[in-house]
Nanobody, 127 residues
Framework: QVQLVESGGGLVQAGGSLRLSCAAS????????MGWFRQAPGKERESVAA????????YYADSVKGRFTISRDNAKNTVYLQMNMLQPEDTAVYYC????????????????????WGQGTQVTVSS
């Protein structure tokens, strides 16, 4: 079992920045690929970014490339999402998730395969 707790959400003006954190407890953190997902009101959940178990490879949705950066610190059991140049369309609840069933260098972006989820943190970007 893995417990994930997100933090760092809030209200920010367009063009601003936020850094989300997701602290994990339970099973060995380095055995999980990690992903960030978001869901806006009335919309389906979408993958935002993901990172391999070692942190050596990353994935970004086209909508956030060049603005968001995912990283992880396995010593601290934490994954981060640095969000810069935020826009109103980034407003959503952001979730981190852990994917146990992957190889060392594998990233999967389909949320249905992720094993554990955090409770989410709200990000609101005002125009």
């Amino acid at each position: 079992q893995v417990q994930l707790v997100e933090s760092g959400g809030g209200l920010v003006q367009a063009g601003g920045s936020l850094r989300l954190s997701c602290a994990a407890s339970g099973r060995t953190f380095s055995r999980y690929a990690m992903g960030w997902f978001r869901q806006a009101p009335g919309k389906e959940r979408e993958s935002v970014a993901a990172i391999t178990r070692s942190g050596g490879s990353t994935y970004y949705a086209d909508s956030v490339k060049g603005r968001f950066t995912i990283s992880r610190d396995n010593a601290k059991n934490t994954v981060y999402l640095q969000m810069n140049m935020l826009q109103p369309e980034d407003t959503a609840v952001y979730y981190c998730a852990a994917d146990f069933s992957t190889g060392l260098h594998t990233i999967r972006v389909d949320g249905r395969v992720y094993d554990y989820w955090g409770q989410g943190t709200q990000v609101t970007v005002s125009s």
